[in-house]
């Protein structure tokens, strides 16, 4: 029993000291927003602008059932 008081008295002090430790992190709005440019039913043509700009090719599935 002495053990678990131990271990449960460390985890509350764990807790306790995660709750009130550190300053919040300074969050900066990014400088510029770029939405995401949604290619329907062209396959060839995202995966070719995908290589164009170097960037990884999102395909977006979904079935109805």
Same mark, same amino acid.
């Given at each position: 029993?002495?053990?678990?008081?131990? =271990? %449960?008295?460390?985890?509350?002090?764990?807790?306790? *000291?995660?709750?009130?430790?550190?300053?919040?992190? /300074?969050?900066? $709005?990014?400088?510029?927003? =770029? %939405?995401?440019?949604?290619?329907?039913?062209?396959? *060839?043509?995202?995966?070719?602008?995908?290589?164009? /700009?170097?960037? $990884?090719?999102?395909?977006?599935?979904?079935?109805?059932?």
């Amino acid at each position: 029993m002495n053990r678990f008081r131990r =271990t %449960a008295a460390l985890a509350l002090m764990l807790a306790l *000291a995660a709750l009130g430790c550190g300053s919040k992190p /300074s969050v900066t $709005p990014p400088e510029k927003v =770029t %939405a995401l440019t949604f290619i329907e039913n062209d396959f *060839a043509r995202a995966l070719a602008l995908a290589r164009e /700009s170097n960037l $990884p090719l999102f395909v977006e599935v979904w079935a109805p059932w």
